[in-house]
């Protein structure tokens, strides 16, 4: 097991947007309720559909998304933006933080396809008369690039381009900054959009699984909260050599027995990777929960709902401990997890 080095790392805020709805409380809601949410099916071309599970229209425009550095951006910000803001508490900066002393990391896998698909279709028809409005939002790191803008934050912004672990990569990043004292505060973000093309790309590889898109966002501090960033796994890659059992049972061996009270947030709901993560999970002794199941494969987004909800779970009192593990669809495997300040 790997605690974060230095000094302990607290979480300080959530927040979430989901296809359940655009707040943290909704998201668990869902989980909570254990119903799969509705898909939206899409044109694909060549006669060919596929399903989402797309973030509801908010029925007011959100105040997060009235900044005019987002009128033209792409809705992956608008997720990174509305779920970091929450984690923030609405405000603009954590209670005594600088500027340049907040950090922001952000994690994707997709990216801004939206706007990539148009922007390249735009290419090859006519490279003269593609827009150069869309190429902004097509790089990987304008979600972290429009959510320093809206903060004014000047404090180091990394974006982490993987696989579903990227969410967990990053909070190792971000407990690295504030060990090491570069910043005071860290945001820690997943964000994702789901289209017809990467919708596509899924059905090569796990058909039957729902592409999702929303966003997740954490704040930690080196502050004591209710919360503490109990331990991250090392990365466990995936090799030609080993199989997915045999890394889903590497992380595993990095962690405790734990305990019938703790819960453990996973990564099951595509079929090639749930014979593995079964396997090496088939001893655990609480209560569980797949997202996935529920709200689709959210790529980029999908660790951040994972550790979102097992946050949730340690702040209402239902866990004293709540465990995340994400194998990844193409890169590694990981484990972290959360545990109350005041459990016994």
């Known amino acids: ?45 060549a006669g060919r559909q596929f399903d989402l599970r797309k973030v509801p229209v908010p029925t007011v425009r959100p105040t997060a998304l009235q900044h005019p550095r987002l009128r033209r951006s792409s809705v992956i910000s608008h997720f990174a933006v509305s779920a970091a803001l929450e984690a923030l508490g609405g405000s603009r900066l954590p209670d005594g933080v600088a500027p340049e002393r907040l950090g922001i990391i952000c994690a994707v896998m997709g990216g801004g396809v939206i706007y990539s698909r148009r922007f390249f279709s735009e290419v090859l028809a006519n490279p003269a008369t593609a827009s150069p409005l869309l190429f902004p939002e ?59 093309l990467t919708a596509r ?36 890659p995936y090799l030609g050599t080993r199989s997915r059992t045999a890394t889903a049972r590497q992380v595993r061996d990095q962690l405790p027995a ?18 593995a993560e079964k396997a090496a999970w088939k001893e655990w002794p609480g209560a569980r929960v797949s997202p996935r199941r529920i709200l689709g494969e959210g790529f980029g987004a999908g660790g951040a709902w994972a550790c979102v909800a097992a946050v949730q779970s340690v702040v209402a009192g239902a866990h004293p401990r709540a465990w995340v593990q994400i194998s990844g669809s193409n890169l590694q495997a990981m484990a972290t997890g959360f545990a109350s300040t005041h459990r016994s």
Request: proline share 8%; glycine share 14%.
């Open 1 to 45: 097991m790997n605690p974060p080095s230095g000094p302990r790392i607290f979480v300080h805020g959530t927040g979430a947007v989901s296809p359940a709805g655009w707040d943290a409380a909704a998201l668990s809601a869902a989980l909570a309720a254990g119903t799969p949410y509705p898909v939206t099916t899409v044109d694909g071309g």
């Open 258 to 275: 734990g305990d019938a009270r703790d819960l453990l947030v996973d990564s099951l709901g595509a079929v090639r990777s749930d014979a």
């Open 201 to 236: 790309a899924l059905s090569l590889f796990t058909p039957g699984l729902p592409a999702a898109e929303g966003g997740g966002a954490l704040l930690l501090r080196r502050e004591s909260s209710p919360v503490e960033l109990d331990f991250i796994t090392a990365p466990v």
């Open 138 to 196: 097509t790089v990987f790191n304008a979600p972290a690039a429009h959510l320093g803008a809206v903060l004014g934050a000047t404090g180091p912004n990394y974006t982490c381009v993987g696989d579903q672990t990227g969410f967990v990569a990053g909070m190792g990043l971000a407990a690295d900054w504030l060990s090491s004292h570069l910043v005071d505060a860290c945001l820690v973000v997943g964000a994702e959009e789901a289209d017809w």
